[in-house]
């Protein structure tokens, strides 16, 4: 069982640098001092991904710019989604009773994508259980001692993606080769452990996709309308550099601040109500945040929308605080 750390190092080394936002109205946060909530997202020490684990899953990448492969992959992204929607596998097995591979049917289609563009592993998310600073092999005794009626959420994975992003991840054990007729898949179910198992979707989906606007709408919902979606113009996906983030000015953050604050207030009915609504949306982007951190994924718009999320729950917890 694969395990990665829930307690990352703070701020030494901080890469990504934290987004300038400029809002100055909000730069101290009673509110958030009250509640004993960071003002600002920490930041790892940064970590470069194993190139070695790179060139185990394709030799042929081998001496391969890193922004390279990240921009490919970005580009193949449609075509991973694709692969995915003709896959049969289970949103969730008992934990007691993982099996060691699952054969995933594949559907017949006069447009089957590229084998490339199929998920190579399956992992089997589970919450961690250790506050140890790197990632460790558990034993298969940890597994096995959970109730039998535990069940796991199921989710298909590119092994290269993983790679060329999550700089404490393990190496995954070799994928099994495919089988000519391509009538199923047999894919290595991996247990994996992180800190917010709960939000390791939102993860697993902007690995894999690189869609800042549909991370940023499903950390806040409740402005999804109000958001600009990527274009084909200004995207970022696999450069780490800051693209979709940087169109948003203070000006538009402090509406969307107040637009949040209006939502949660409509949604709690008061004040307290207001304020619980807007503190779980505080822990789901905490929750990402940890597992960002546990993973060492630094990608630069990844941390930009967590980023930019935080100060607009910050913000508008704020406003609905102070009443105004």
Same mark, same amino acid.
């Given at each position: 069982? =694969?395990?990665?750390?829930?307690?990352?190092?703070?701020?030494?080394?901080?890469?990504?640098?934290?987004?300038?936002? +400029?809002?100055?109205?909000?730069?101290?946060?009673?509110?958030?001092?009250?509640?004993?909530?960071?003002?600002?997202?920490? $930041?790892?020490?940064?970590?470069?991904?194993?190139?070695?684990?790179?060139?185990?899953?394709?030799?042929?990448? +081998?001496?391969?710019?890193?922004?390279?492969? $990240?921009?490919?992959?970005?580009?193949?992204?449609?075509?991973?989604?694709? +692969?995915?929607?003709?896959?049969?596998?289970? &949103?969730?097995?008992?934990?007691?009773?993982?099996?060691?591979?699952?054969?995933?049917?594949?559907?017949?289609?006069?447009?089957?994508?590229?084998?490339?563009? =199929?998920?190579?592993?399956? %992992?089997?998310?589970?919450? /961690?259980?250790? /506050?140890?600073?790197?990632?460790?092999?558990?034993?298969?005794?940890?597994?096995? &001692?959970?109730?039998? /009626?535990?069940?796991?959420?199921?989710?298909?994975?590119?092994? %290269?993606?993983?790679?060329?992003?999550?700089?404490?991840?393990?190496?995954?054990?070799?994928?099994?080769?495919?089988?000519?007729?391509?009538?199923?898949?047999?894919?290595?179910?991996?247990?994996?452990?992180?800190? &917010?198992?709960?939000?390791?979707?939102?993860?697993?989906?902007?690995?894999?996709?690189?869609?800042?606007?549909?991370?940023?709408?499903?950390?806040?919902?409740?402005?999804?309308?109000?958001?600009?979606?990527?274009?084909?113009?200004?995207? /970022?996906?696999?450069?780490?550099?800051?693209?979709?983030? +940087?169109?948003?000015?203070?000006? $538009?953050?402090?509406?969307?601040?107040?637009?949040?604050?209006?939502?949660?207030?409509? $949604?709690?009915? &008061?004040?307290?109500?207001?304020?619980?609504?807007?503190?779980?949306?505080?822990?789901?982007?905490?929750?990402?945040?940890?597992?960002?951190?546990?993973?060492?994924? =630094?990608?630069?718009?990844?941390?930009?929308?967590?980023?930019?999320?935080?100060?607009?729950?910050?913000?508008?917890?704020?406003?609905?605080?102070?009443?105004?």
């Amino acid at each position: 069982m =694969f395990q990665v750390a829930s307690r990352p190092t703070h701020h030494h080394g901080a890469v990504p640098e934290p987004l300038n936002l +400029a809002m100055s109205h909000y730069q101290t946060t009673p509110v958030a001092q009250k509640l004993n909530i960071p003002r600002r997202l920490a $930041r790892p020490s940064f970590a470069e991904p194993s190139r070695d684990a790179i060139t185990r899953i394709d030799p042929g990448l +081998a001496g391969v710019p890193l922004e390279y492969i $990240r921009r490919s992959l970005a580009g193949n992204a449609n075509q991973m989604l694709t +692969a995915l929607s003709l896959l049969t596998i289970p &949103s969730s097995l008992p934990c007691a009773h993982l099996p060691p591979t699952i054969d995933a049917p594949v559907r017949p289609s006069s447009q089957t994508p590229d084998l490339s563009a =199929f998920p190579t592993h399956v %992992l089997a998310i589970l919450s /961690s259980r250790s /506050s140890s600073t790197t990632p460790t092999i558990a034993s298969f005794a940890d597994r096995a &001692s959970m109730p039998a /009626s535990t069940t796991v959420p199921l989710y298909p994975a590119s092994a %290269l993606v993983l790679a060329s992003h999550c700089a404490l991840l393990p190496s995954l054990p070799q994928g099994l080769p495919p089988n000519g007729r391509r009538a199923a898949l047999t894919l290595p179910i991996i247990p994996l452990t992180v800190p &917010s198992p709960e939000t390791f979707p939102l993860l697993h989906a902007y690995l894999h996709t690189m869609r800042p606007d549909t991370l940023l709408a499903s950390l806040l919902p409740a402005l999804a309308s109000a958001l600009p979606q990527l274009s084909g113009a200004n995207t /970022s996906a696999g450069s780490n550099k800051l693209v979709y983030v +940087a169109q948003f000015s203070s000006d $538009r953050l402090l509406r969307l601040a107040h637009a949040l604050a209006g939502a949660a207030l409509q $949604r709690g009915g &008061s004040q307290g109500g207001a304020m619980s609504t807007l503190m779980s949306h505080i822990k789901v982007v905490n929750g990402l945040w940890q597992n960002v951190c546990a993973l060492g994924v =630094f990608d630069a718009e990844l941390w930009g929308v967590m980023d930019l999320a935080w100060e607009v729950i910050l913000a508008a917890m704020t406003k609905v605080s102070e009443g105004r």
